[in-house]
């Protein structure tokens, strides 16, 4: 990738990518041709000699292709883990450090949201966090300005947004400065052995390291400035972040309480439970108990039945028996009655004869 286009275009796969890999059945044909030196590749740029001057990191486009494949590494880790150690890796290199630091210092407000979304993983480890730190502390102590000609001309400070390689670069590098100090040094004591040969030179001297000095008292105050503002902003959104924190972690106390009463509820519920089920065997033991002497019940009833149907039957019979001999015994009674009357008949006429026979023996007496 030689130009800015070049590094816009890849920006934006690996902004696709990292949508396409949230979607699981996405994710499983993309993590197929992926790699770990794959993805180490796209930082190998970083530390090749034509990098490591650092032109190429204050491009937005620079920076902001390696921000997002940072966020596409650290989204493979979160599906993941063996990705987390090549994140903590890179996170780790000098190189990757001084970019996220540049990035936070003059990048975008998006950029910088990524940036510190990076440094709240868990693969950015303290080590990384504290050599951020110092790598923006090393940013800030640079003077800030844009040399047009002749004329230097401050940047407002307060828009710090884009910054080019040359608006991040000191007036004097500390070499220069000895040097010229030197040279001042060497001027006065000449000055001193031939005054009026070299006051003239010296006071030229003496004026430009004073304008110069000047110069660079105004940008570092301005750097100052700009560096107090960022710290308020930036003590500001610490102190939103630990409010929320500490409203999270209420959240989570509560949470916690509310699972704990819930689990105790849970276990009395599983008691009762238990105990339900006890009580619901005892019952069904009964009941099977009941069952059971019910059907011996039934059974001991079912043969008095069939024994009190045999008695009806043989009581049925018993009384056609007894009709029947009631009807014998009626006819009999009948008959012997027809026999009574017939011998009172017949003793009648037996009396009559004997009566009859009496008389006829008195009248044969006289």
């Known amino acids: 990738m030689d130009n800015n286009e070049d590094f816009n275009k890849m920006t934006a796969l690996l902004q696709l990518l990292s949508e396409m890999i949230r979607v699981p059945t996405l994710y499983s044909k993309i993590i197929k041709f992926l790699s770990h030196s794959m993805v180490q590749n796209l930082f190998t740029p970083l530390f090749s000699p034509g990098t490591q001057g650092g032109k190429n990191m204050f491009q937005p486009s620079v920076y902001s292709f390696y921000v997002q494949a940072l966020c596409f590494l650290m989204e493979l880790a979160n599906k993941e883990t063996n990705w987390l150690l090549l994140f903590s890796e890179l996170v780790l290199e000098k190189q990757i450090i001084l970019l996220l630091a540049i990035a936070l210092y003059t990048g975008s407000e998006p950029i910088k949201k990524k940036v510190l979304f990076l440094t709240g993983t868990t693969g950015f480890s303290a080590e990384s966090l504290g050599s951020l730190a110092k790598s923006m502390a090393e940013l800030n102590k640079l003077v800030i300005f844009s040399p047009s000609g002749n004329n230097v001309q401050e940047l407002n400070v307060l828009n710090t947004s884009h910054l080019s390689p040359m608006d991040i670069t000191p007036l004097l590098s500390i070499t220069q400065e000895g040097h010229l100090n030197s040279i001042l040094d060497k001027f006065e004591r000449i000055a001193n052995e031939n005054e009026n040969s070299m006051t003239s030179a010296m006071m030229e001297m003496f004026q430009y390291k004073m304008a110069s000095m000047s110069h660079t008292l105004r940008h570092m105050q301005s750097s100052q400035q700009a560096a107090d503002e960022r710290s308020t902003k930036l003590q500001h959104s610490l102190a939103l972040t630990s409010a929320e924190v500490s409203r999270l972690h ?60 045999a008695l009806n039957l043989s009581i049925k019979e018993k009384q056609l028996e007894i009709n029947e001999l009631q009807s014998k015994l009626s006819a009999t009674e009948e008959e012997l009655t027809q026999k009574v009357q017939y011998l009172q008949k017949i003793e009648t006429n037996l009396k009559e004869i004997q009566e009859k026979n009496s008389g006829n023996d008195n009248f044969t007496s006289f």
């Not at 509310?258 to 849970?266: A, V």
């Open 250 to 309: 209420q959240l989570l106390h509560s949470a916690q309480q509310s699972l704990e009463g819930k689990s105790k509820e849970l276990k009395n519920i599983n008691s009762q439970l238990a105990h339900t089920q006890q009580q619901a065997k005892e019952t069904h033991d009964k009941y099977a108990q009941l069952l059971q002497n019910t059907k011996s019940k039934t059974i001991i009833i079912n043969e008095q039945n069939q024994q009190l149907e």
